[in-house]
């Protein structure tokens, strides 16, 4: 989330539960204008508070001036602690429900109790709204359908977050000496894009003291099952995590099985039983004799298979491959020697070009490309062309000083116009070493009109990437609508590489897509597009992504050494 969602969220959170506390008509008001206008700031309001100039931001007073600069330098607000603690209603999530609004809440809350979406769907289910003043048969359906769609919105979650996750819980129960060996399965150890639930498997001498960890584990808000070989609880985040205790000649047999996917698992079923022989979780058997089961490779070897990695087995010919010892030799984050796009704070990145520089070079990288955003992008205070001239001179000079062992390559995130045109002139363009362009405006442009736009932007003499090719956001806004074939026919006639953005959110290409493109014969660039200088370490969710598009590091710019890729965009 960006510090002014945030901000627009505290804000709103206060004004709902002052409106359900129901002291002042009329300061609820004042915030909701006040969410009104952070949400449609141009700038960044973090930038603004440094500045002193909270106040001239219409709509916001001096309370609410206060309110925003104690969250932003504290991650604090008295007036919202004391709220909290006063009205404990999870207003937030209620209001997210469609239908929904303050009335409702204060409703339920003062008539039957309710404080968040689950006991809003219990009292839904259980006909108690629809007895509620202004509240009728109509209006009970309609929420139970919108906690439903809220639902569906939260069931899955991203696979960073869930990585993050299952780090924690990891780490805590590896701190049990008893624990022999522990693994990551499902959807987790395939790397997908957003993970269902975590699936643990260990092998440890004594599974009652492991599994009494496990439900004891931070974080646990139920606990759904609790045996001696199977435990699942439910995480305050929502996500369900189980753990299964395996026998120790067993583990590789059990890796296989939970780690799926189910279509993977059928097709090597199959060839097992062509075999005479028969795969399950326990292992792989010739009649009552166990084959193989200990370890993974020795069940894919006993199938006549070479072992696939998990971020393959989709059954999308990975098993065919493997039959023949054709399976790619997929990249891993070593091959990577450098970033192509990313952000400092002369557009909307939160950190100066040389602290970027600094968390760059301690990765390792033998070259950087600084691609700030340009004019057309106002919200993200994009360069003009005298803004780009003066940062290509800054950069020479960044790099004639010597203090960075690794090339900064000066770039670009130019935007692409209404009409494909680029929104920076071609002699500046020229200038650079990196041009990317993206897709930043017009989002609901019809499929012919978008691709159209995008081809022409690709035609560009100057322009070596397409910055996140389709523009979605995971599970929050769907993809452009664009003729990829078209788009990639194009970019291969004007020698123009494709992205793989590796932002948690994007992954933009898919696995899909991006075996599309590398089989016209297009390179990938895997950027971080990072905006700070964490989010260089999501270099790592580009690579997962890669592996599942199945890209070995020739197909992959930013593994050449430094020559070989000037050589290569060079046109
Ligand atoms: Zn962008
Ligand atoms: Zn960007």
Redesign the pocket.
Known sequence: MTRNAEVAQILQEIGLLLEIEGKDKFKPLAYYRGVRSITSLGEDVESIAKRNGLTDIPGIGKSLAEVIKSYLETGRVEILEGLRTRVPVKVLELDSIPGVGPKTIKLVYEKLGVTDLDSLEKAANEGKLSGLPGLGDKTQSQIIEGIQIVRAGHERTLLADALSTAERIENELRKLKIVKQLTIAGSTRRRRETIGDLDFLVIATEPEIVMNAFVKTKGVSAIIAHGPTKSSVRLESGLQVDLRVLPNDSFGAGLQYFTGSVDHNVKLRSIAQKMGLRLNEYGLFRGEKKVSGEDEEGIYKSLGLQWIPPELREDTGEIEAAQKGKLPNLITMKDIRGDLHSHTDQSDGKNTIEEMLNAAQALGYEYYCVSDHTQSLTIAHGMDEGRLLERIKEIDELNSSGRWKMKILKGA?VDILADGALDIEDDVLSQLDVVTV?V?SRWKDKKEVMTKRVCHALENRYVHIL??PTGRLIGKRYQLEIDLEQVFETAKKHNVMMELNAHPERLDLNAGNLRAATKVGLKIAINT?AHRTSELDNMQFGIFQARRGWLTSDDVINTYPLKKLMKHIKK
């Open positions: 995130e993206s930043h910055g996140h597009d």
